[in-house]
């Protein structure tokens, strides 16, 4: 009951800072890149603080090691594929002024991506892992998510928005999951990061048949890893068992 207080916190913490964030933006109607996420800036900077001086929680995080390079690439291949077919179905990126595009890809990845992985990907996971790996898995994104919802207020129309929210769970459901099979979290950072920067960037708006081609792979990536983890938690049981 504990773990899931703190997890219900820490929703709270981000839904909190979002809708603070979301408010500033319609007040002020600002269009800049920076700008538009400046209520999230003191909470990525205490996240960063507090893994700069907590080794126990940036080792229990895994931020960057991983047992096998060769392993993560292969892992990252359909991240990868996803991040293509989003370019493609988005006409490419509206580049413009690169200043504009830097600033862009380095607040969706060291500002809103950042505080996402490590608040679902990371720390739920690791305040759950005891209640069971798949309910943290599980549990984190729905949690990532219900986050979504908040487009709502903003404005977007259900239909969007439920998809938006489909779109979240699955692609919460593979990152949970690459987390749980060891992989570091700057894997999904990156990927996070870059996806939110495509979608920004847009040089239009994407057919919905690249959005569900998108929902598939997700889908069956998940089905994939969640096999992958359970074979790997019955190895470990048996070899427990023998030792």
Same mark, same amino acid.
């Given at each position: ?18 809708? +603070? ?6 007040? $002020? ?29 940036? $080792? ?5 090691? $991983? ?33 504009? +595009? ?44 219900? $986050? ?5 207020? !903003? !404005? ?6 439920i998809i938006q929210?489909s779109y979240a769970?699955s692609t919460g ?45 997700? +889908? ?24």
């Amino acid at each position: 009951m504990k773990q899931f207080l703190k997890v219900i916190g820490l929703e709270f913490l981000v839904l909190a800072f979002f809708i +603070v964030n979301g408010a500033y933006v319609s007040i $002020t109607s600002t269009n800049d890149p920076f700008l538009s996420y400046l209520g999230l800036v003191p909470f990525a900077l205490m996240l960063y603080g507090f893994l700069l001086f907590s080794k126990k929680s940036r $080792t229990a995080l895994n931020l960057f090691s $991983t047992r096998s390079v060769k392993e993560t690439l292969l892992y990252s291949m359909p991240l990868l594929i996803i991040l293509i077919i989003l370019y493609i179905g988005n006409g490419g990126l509206s580049l413009g002024d690169y200043s504009n +595009v830097i600033l862009v890809m380095i607040t969706n990845i060291l500002i809103i991506a950042f505080i996402e992985e490590v608040i679902y990907r990371g720390f739920m996971i690791s305040v759950l892992r005891e209640n069971g790996i798949i309910l943290a898995v599980t549990v984190s994104s729905l949690l990532f998510a219900i $986050t979504h919802s908040l487009q709502l207020l !903003g !404005g977007q129309d259900l239909l969007s928005t439920i998809i938006q929210i489909s779109y979240a769970f699955s692609t919460g459901m593979v990152l949970a999951l690459l987390i749980a099979l060891g992989q570091p979290l700057i894997v999904t950072i990156l990927f996070h990061g870059i996806n939110n920067t495509f979608i920004v960037l847009a040089s239009k708006d994407g057919d919905d048949i690249f959005t569900f081609v998108i929902l598939a792979i997700l +889908v069956t990536y998940s089905i994939f890893l969640y096999k992958k983890l359970k074979s790997s938690q019955q190895h470990n049981h048996i070899y427990s068992l023998e030792n």
